[in-house]
């Protein structure tokens, strides 16, 4: 498997590849060998450790659009015991950013929604970056009032850089699609959970995770803007602007699933494995997985005036701001 | 109340948000005008008929019947939750704009009467950080909804926004969700909403209650979309058609319902209200 590795990744890299060279030349017969690949993999696992729990805002921006982390289709596939995916918005087109269909988790049958990226060239232009269009929105919609019509829960999975910014999707009013979709969540008349799996980027993102629990992965990001785009405002003017630029952008912003926890903004987190979610995918889904049952469990009973009540609520509460003192 | 009478007196002497002279450049047709001329035909080019962005207050005079407004939530105010790092302080910035613009934030809320039809409005104001939207736009907004609602009456929000407010962070974004799910409510209680576009309206405000109107009208000429045309251009690498993303383009589009001269705009409103009763 040819990985990819990001520069802080290095370290960790060198050692795995040793690790990699070592079990391949033992072959699980020398005890020697053994007894210094258990070391090795010790090592690398503190290495992982510190590095991950020490990550900067800038350093979790580049993990959650890591081109090996799991995306959509991938947790779909591990948490999943059957999943028949929808198309089209039975308007204009079918958006393959977004991706949705009828899925079943430990047999529980629920509708499941989610920004969709691309692996590789040629499927990372079809995904159009996980950008969509205001047809995905549409397809999202549809689903979804689907899912209130068979009072089925609905998952949505959010990992976008944001909402297309192109000639076609202002045409066909990528801003009324994506405020439908706030709205009509806002009123879903079913128990609705959104989990962030990597980047949440701005009203794209928003779109898809009005819920009655938004958690995060460990590593992801949610922003208003990229820091790329928040650097640019701010300090374009003062000439080229680059990595440090987007760091202090990314430190600004307070995008990390930490500090939106720490804002009441989402209701949790959810840890990832050792080294990120693209290290050991299964075991990232499997977090995620648990997570909905016991949120799944949670939300069942739930009269469903109460659980909008309550929805209604919890978005009510966001926003700080003072009283004049005078 | 008290509010909006206090910074009256102060604020006639800058009523006018076109540079200062006794002539004026058209943003539309680059044609120079006179200045009184303009101000007499309601901020609107004699030339070409674009309609200059005004101010919150100017646009309540021209919406809601004289000493009928009474503000609501005039008195809360900006925090500085992430403690923004820039090269100015979040807060400078806020003080700012308030000097600048006579105002405590981005939008006026309150109700009154329209043509003696009792209305919750909400009126933005470009002129505080580019109308842009955090906390306070969008509980202030929020509790307009929710005011409109509860007195069953309908709601009117004139839009003027660059969209979320980059400084808030995340509280900013938030706030799409929550206004949008007051105005379902509002909805849902089968109550008229209706929004006005005026130039520009983008991002934020647009992606959310401004494209949630039952019925949505645009000043002309005016600027409404969800990107801005600089990061389309530099996206696709293309030049933009002349009229994109001008309000005549959304009527085109089908994603509005009228383009209405800032002169016909109150009495258009108040005959949809009068036929929607
Ligand atoms: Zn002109």
Known sequence: ?326 | MAWFKKTKPKDTNKRVKIPEGLWVKCNSCKEIVYRKEVERNLQVCPKCNYHFRISAKERLTLLIDGGTFQELAGDILPTDPLKFKDSKSYKDRLEENRKKSGLTEAVITGEGRLNGIPVVIAIMDFHFMGGSMGSVVGEKVTRATEEATQKGVPLIIVSSSGGARMQEGMFSLMQMAKVSAAIARHKEAGLPYISVLTDPTFGGVSASFAMLGDIIIAEPKSLIGFAGPRVIEQTIKQQLPEDFQRAEFLLDHGLIDMVVERKNMKETVYRLLTLLK
């Open chain 1, 1 to 326: 498997m040819i990985r990819y590795y990001l520069d802080f990744e290095k370290p960790i890299q060198e050692l795995e590849l040793k690790i990699e060279e070592l079990r391949r030349l033992s072959n699980g017969s020398d005890k020697k060998a053994e007894e210094e690949l258990g070391r090795l993999e010790q090592q690398a696992e503190t290495l992982r450790n510190e590095i991950f729990s020490k990550l900067t805002p800038w350093q979790k921006t580049q993990i959650a659009r890591h081109p090996d982390r799991p995306f959509t289709m991938d947790y779909i596939n591990m948490i999943t015991d059957d999943f028949i995916e929808l198309h089209g918005d039975r308007r204009f087109a079918d958006d393959p950013a977004i991706v949705g269909g009828l899925g079943s988790i430990d047999g529980i049958n629920m509708v499941i929604i989610g920004h969709q990226k691309g692996r590789g060239t040629k499927e990372r232009i079809r995904r159009n970056f996980g950008q969509p269009h205001p047809e995905g929105y549409r397809k999202a919609l549809r689903l979804m009032e689907m899912a209130e019509r068979f009072r089925k829960p609905v998952l949505t999975l959010v990992d976008t850089p944001g909402a297309f910014p192109g000639i076609g999707a202002e045409e066909r009013g990528q801003a009324e699609a994506i405020a439908t979709c706030l709205m009509v969540m806002s009123r879903l008349k079913v128990p609705v959970i959104s989990v962030v799996i990597g980047e949440g980027g701005s009203g794209g993102a928003l779109a898809l995770s009005v819920a009655d629990r938004l958690y995060m992965l460990e590593h992801s990001i949610y922003s208003v803007i990229s820091p790329e785009g928040c650097a640019a405002i701010l300090w374009k003017k003062n000439g080229e602007i680059g990595q440090e630029e987007y760091a202090r952008a990314a430190d600004a912003l307070k995008l990390t699933a930490q500090d939106l926890l720490k804002f009441k903004i989402i209701d949790g987190i959810i840890q990832e494995p050792s080294g990120g979610a693209h290290r050991d995918p299964e075991a990232a889904a499997m977090n995620i997985k648990e997570t909905i049952l016991s949120t799944i469990e949670e939300l069942k009973d739930a009269e469903i005036e109460k659980l909008l009540e309550e929805r209604y609520k919890k978005l009510r509460r966001i926003g700080k701001f003072t009283r004049q003192s005078e």
